[in-house]
Structure formats: C-alpha cells, structure tokens
C-alpha cells in the first residue's frame, strides 16, 4: 500500500545529478517547503511541493501520515567500525589525563588491544550486538552504514566480523555495506613484520573475503607505525583486481601519502584528510575519489587540527561525513553531531554538511544512484526531524532530533 508523508515544512531533496556533488553543487539542497513524499514498495513515487504531490494517482488511495518537521535522505555513515566486543575505557581514562592516540598505542592500548576480546567473541552475539548498535543509528536518521572489520587480525577472526555483518543484516533493518579491513595494525604474532603480516593478508584473508562474497570493500590504515604508502597501494591494487572497490584510512595523524597511494589504485574514497596537501587534493580530483571527512573522531581525540573542508571543497572534490565509529577514536553514533563538528569547526555550510552526509555518503558506498536522495525510483529512506528549518539539525547539538526514520518505505524508529 502507498503511504504519503505529508505536511512537511521543509524538504532537503537533493535531486540532481546521478553523480557525487563537488563545489558549489554541494550546497543544492533541492528545497521544498510545504512538501510530501509518495512512497510504495519501498520507492519513491513523487516528491515536492504538498499539492502537487496529491494529485499523483496513488496519493488519493494512500495511507496519510501527517509529519511536519524536516525531512531528510536518510543518512549514509559510509566509513564505521561497529563491530567490536568491549569499549575501551581505559584508553579513554588515559587520553583525558593527557595521553595522545599514539602514547596509548604505545602503552598497549589502540587497535591491537581490542583483538583479544574480538577474537574470543562467538559468531551470533557478535552479530546480535551489531544489530543492537544499528538500533542507535537509526534512531538518529542513519538508514545506511558502511562497517568494517579490523579488530581481529587473523583469518578466522576477520573473517568472523564480516560474518557477523552479513548474519546482522537479519537483526536489523539499517543496510549495511561490509569492508575487509584485516590491515588495521600488526598483530603481535607477527612481532611488528608489517610486510610479513600484509603478505599474509594478501595470500589468506583477502581471496577469502572476496571468494565468499563477505566484502564489498578493502581498506588499509596507512599511517607510520601501520602501513607505509607502497605497501598500501600494492595491497589496495590486488583488493581491486579481486573484486574488492579500494578505501583508505590516510593523512589522519600525518602527512604520509596514503592519500596519493589510494588515489592511484583508484579508490572510491579517502577517509580522515586531516593532513592533506594540495597534491593529495589534487590526486583525489584526478582519481574521482571522494573525500570522506570524520570530524567527530578529531573532536573526541580534543585534536586542534580538523580537515581542511575549505580547501578540499573549493578543489572540486566531492566531500562526504561519517562517524568514524569506533571503541578507539570515535564513539559516537550519531551523524547529527557530525554535523555540528562540520559546521563548527570545518568552515562546512550546513547545505554542504547535509549533502556530504546523505547524497555525497551514498556515492562514497558507491550507491548514489539508489539511496541518498529523495526523487522518484529512489529507495525510500527518509528521516524526519522535530525541527522548523534543517538549519537547526547542525545548530543545536549533543541530542538527537530525529523523530522518525524509515527504511524502504518502512518506518523503524518512532520517537516515544
Ligand atoms: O578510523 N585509524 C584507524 N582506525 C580507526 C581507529 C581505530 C581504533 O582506534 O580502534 C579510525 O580512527
Ligand atoms: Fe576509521
């Protein structure tokens, strides 16, 4: 049955263009006042101005519901780490009393000390705590999430996360787009032999990954102390021949060239930019790779330092936001305080924060030409928000405004 969302005082369309927004683009927010939205199995019939929307001949048989508020695409959180077993408190407890990311690593902290608990971890609560975490997302308007895996660093384990991505899906109605990330450190087996473990990797883990159709993505960690740019490349070519579209983790704790090395193995996007030079900026546009900034894990590392948004933007590069979500550089869930960092503390417009996280997340999944915008043949993920102007998901922060989220044409969070 059709169902019309209607009395919406603003909608944030974003139609346009079957293709990732870049420079002033970004700030097109396809603006309807006074809107609604005609959905059926899961799709989006019409979208627009109230009236004319009515007269589509679904509306008259539809299922009415009254929305006000603002509405929003769903958000895509196209870069997460959801699936780990244990916070990690007591990094955190250091990080407070002055520590840096790297002095925690060095005191046995960081990536490698969550693989004991992952590894420990069995398949199905694995899963079902992903599907609880999910509930969290959607319940902030996230309709779609990339996840990554990364915190178990051998065959059984990382492959184990993927599982538990692909055995979620059942749990929760949030999609979820999985990413091999078994080269997120070295495991201490392998006694610091980067070269020796990414071998490893490459000849076990990753034909795996891609012959059991457990991934969509491969990324990398190229930072010093993790993997250097060569290795990086090499590794993210072999992703892509088998299958696997390359991402990487780069320039997030200095300027090392896993920007550059991405960018040549093609990949669909570089996540953190933190440090990024002009030539890096410059090799994402010539590659047609995206941009993707995670503001929120600079705000929780108390970072001075966030992504350069300004100049990345102004290069013609697509930008898109997402959480980082992760128990080591960002807990936070919620895309709508990803918002406010941008806004805040990138120089990002509220126009261009709102593209970055929905349209311009979708095409960092490589999805942009189904999910991320509201038009007609559009899957229907909608967020409705208890606010007079979208201005104010960006203005008002550390809550959430999210009143209703829907899925493919259903709704999965209602506010109490
Ligand atoms: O995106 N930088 C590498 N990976 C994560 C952090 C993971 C962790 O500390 O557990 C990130 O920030
Ligand atoms: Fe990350």
């Not at 870069?79 to 009393?97: C, G, I, Y």
């Not at 894990?297 to 990345?312: D, M, T």
């Not at 967020?383 to 201005?391: K, Q, S």
């Not at 960006?394 to 999965?412: A, E, L, W």
Request: hydrophobic share 45%; with cysteine; aromatic share 8%.
């Amino acid at each position: 049955m059709a169902v019309l969302f209607t009395g919406i005082k603003q909608l944030l369309t974003f139609a346009g263009d079957n293709a990732p927004r870049a420079g002033a683009a970004m700030r097109e927010t396809g603006l309807v006042k006074n809107a609604a939205v005609l959905v059926e199995n899961g799709i989006i019939e019409a979208a627009g101005p109230r009236a004319a929307v009515a007269r589509h001949r679904l509306a008259k048989k539809a299922k009415v519901v009254e929305t006000g508020g603002v509405c929003l695409p769903g958000f895509v959180d196209s870069h997460t780490h959801m699936v780990f077993a244990e916070p990690r408190l007591k990094d955190f407890s250091m990080r407070a009393a002055g520590a840096s990311y790297q002095e925690i690593k060095a005191a046995g902290g960081g990536i490698l000390s969550s693989i004991g608990a992952v590894r420990k971890q069995a398949l199905k609560p694995m899963a079902a705590q992903l599907a609880a975490r999910a509930a969290r997302f959607l319940a902030c308007g996230t309709t779609t999430a990339e996840v990554k895996s990364g915190y178990g660093l051998s065959l059984d384990s990382e492959l184990k996360m993927l599982r538990a991505v692909r055995d979620a899906k059942k749990l929760t109605p949030l999609e979820l787009l999985p990413t091999l990330l078994a080269a997120h450190g070295v495991p201490p087996e392998f006694n610091g032999d980067a070269q020796k473990y990414l071998d490893y990797v490459t000849a076990e883990i990753l034909p795996r990954a891609a012959a059991e159709g457990l991934a969509v993505f491969a990324d990398i960690f190229c930072e010093k102390g993790y993997f250097t740019p060569e290795q990086s490349a090499a590794y993210l070519k072999e992703a892509a021949r088998l299958g696997l579209r390359p991402k990487v983790h780069s320039e997030q704790l200095s300027n090392y060239g896993g920007t550059r090395a991405g960018a040549s193995a093609g990949a669909v996007s570089a996540d953190h930019a933190d440090h990024v030079f002009a030539e890096d900026i410059a090799a994402m546009r010539d590659a047609g790779t995206i941009a993707t900034l995670l503001p929120a894990s600079n705000y929780y590392l108390g970072l001075a330092k966030f992504p350069p948004a300004r100049e990345i933007i102004a290069a013609g590069v697509p930008v898109a936001l997402a959480t980082d979500f992760n128990p080591g550089t960002c807990p936070c869930w919620n895309m709508q305080f990803v918002l406010s960092a941008a806004c805040t503390h990138c120089a990002m417009t509220p126009e261009e924060a709102i593209c970055a996280a929905t349209v311009n997340g979708a095409w960092a999944l490589g999805i942009g030409d189904r999910c991320g915008s509201i038009a007609p043949g559009m899957q229907a993920d909608l967020a409705f928000y208890a606010a007079d102007d979208y201005r104010e998901l960006c203005y008002y922060f550390g809550d959430s405004q999210c009143s209703m989220t829907v899925k493919k044409g259903r709704t999965v969070y209602r506010k109490k």
